[in-house]
């Protein structure tokens, strides 16, 4: 599909209508995502019908739908809306940049962090989708590094600046929080950056980058002159092997 093969990045080489498409495709998902997540706390909200039973109860088999359902559960609207901002940021982040295994990487993070939880959280039920947010932050700021891109580095930077408080939400300090949700889906996203680190991202170098590649290149010419120059003068200070001194 050409869309999930354009990687846009130098300004002279951009196409508008696909740098719109893949924006605006970039944009849909999540927003169904996120407003799924709305209907079904609206629906709580209006009727009696509860959903934290589908939320995953570790180690039994009534929580094993949980693995699917618990991120689209929420224990309020505090709680939704708190999720509801960087999941959606996170999330259209990872269509934009990643493409063509986007949905296969939320897909397998989404797994993951709930299969994970069933296996060794504590028995009670854990609803939200924390872990899924935990998962893709992870993953966007460990694989933003260990790809050295410019782009992802900067994306990186900005989900430390904007969730580096996430970090202590790893850590048992509220025993209302599900804690184990939020660790395990760090560790799916850590694990994940670095199974999908050989997947190339294919782009274009910026302006900047190639004058440094070309100075570079220069610098290693002139020094190859350099090495000649000298090896010519040694050649010439050398007496010759026939000479005699009569």
Same mark, same amino acid.
């Given at each position: 599909?050409?869309?999930? @093969?354009?990687? /846009?990045?130098? /300004?002279?080489?951009?196409?508008?209508?696909?740098?719109?498409?893949? =924006?605006?495709?970039?944009?849909?998902?999540?927003?169904? &995502?996120?407003?799924?997540?709305?209907?079904?706390?609206? *629906?709580?909200? #209006? #009727?009696?019908?509860?959903?934290?039973?589908? +939320?995953?109860?570790?180690?039994?088999?009534?929580?094993? /739908? +949980?693995?699917?359902?618990? /991120?689209?559960?929420?224990?309020?609207?505090?709680?939704?809306?708190? @999720?509801?901002? $960087?999941?959606?940021?996170?999330?259209?982040?990872?269509?934009? =940049?990643?493409?063509?295994?986007?949905?296969?990487? =939320?897909?397998?993070?989404? *797994?993951?962090?709930?299969?994970?939880? %069933?296996?060794? +959280?504590?028995?009670?039920?854990?609803?939200?989708?924390?872990?899924?947010?935990?998962?893709?932050?992870?993953?966007?700021?460990?694989?933003?590094?260990?790809? @050295?891109?410019?782009?992802?580095?900067?994306?990186?930077?900005?989900?430390?600046?904007?969730?580096?408080?996430?970090?202590? +939400?790893? &850590?048992?300090?509220?025993?209302?929080?599900?804690?184990?949700?939020?660790?395990?889906?760090?560790?799916?996203?850590? =694990?994940?950056?670095?199974?999908?680190?050989?997947?190339?991202?294919?782009?274009?170098? &910026?302006? %900047?980058?190639?004058?440094?590649?070309?100075?570079?290149?220069?610098?290693?010419?002139?020094?190859?002159?350099?090495?000649?120059?000298? @090896?010519?003068?040694?050649?010439?200070?050398?007496? $010759?092997?026939?000479?005699?001194?009569?």
């Amino acid at each position: 599909m050409k869309l999930f @093969n354009y990687y /846009p990045s130098n /300004p002279r080489k951009l196409d508008p209508k696909l740098e719109k498409r893949i =924006f605006i495709h970039s944009l849909v998902f999540p927003a169904a &995502f996120v407003l799924l997540c709305w209907i079904i706390e609206l *629906i709580k909200a #209006t #009727t009696s019908i509860h959903f934290v039973r589908l +939320g995953v109860y570790p180690l039994h088999w009534k929580g094993l /739908p +949980g693995i699917l359902f618990s /991120p689209l559960i929420h224990s309020g609207y505090n709680h939704l809306i708190s @999720n509801s901002i $960087p999941l959606f940021i996170l999330f259209f982040a990872l269509i934009y =940049f990643y493409r063509r295994i986007s949905y296969r990487i =939320f897909f397998l993070l989404y *797994i993951l962090s709930g299969i994970s939880v %069933w296996l060794v +959280g504590r028995e009670a039920w854990h609803i939200g989708a924390s872990g899924v947010i935990y998962a893709l932050a992870a993953f966007h700021f460990v694989s933003g590094i260990i790809r @050295n891109d410019i782009r992802l580095l900067t994306l990186s930077i900005v989900v430390v600046f904007l969730y580096g408080g996430l970090i202590w +939400g790893i &850590f048992p300090i509220d025993p209302k929080i599900s804690w184990e949700g939020h660790l395990w889906g760090a560790v799916s996203g850590v =694990f994940l950056a670095f199974y999908y680190r050989k997947y190339i991202i294919r782009r274009d170098k &910026f302006d %900047w980058e190639e004058e440094e590649e070309k100075d570079d290149d220069e610098e290693e010419e002139d020094g190859d002159q350099a090495g000649e120059g000298r @090896n010519t003068v040694e050649e010439k200070r050398t007496p $010759p092997v026939d000479g005699s001194t009569g």
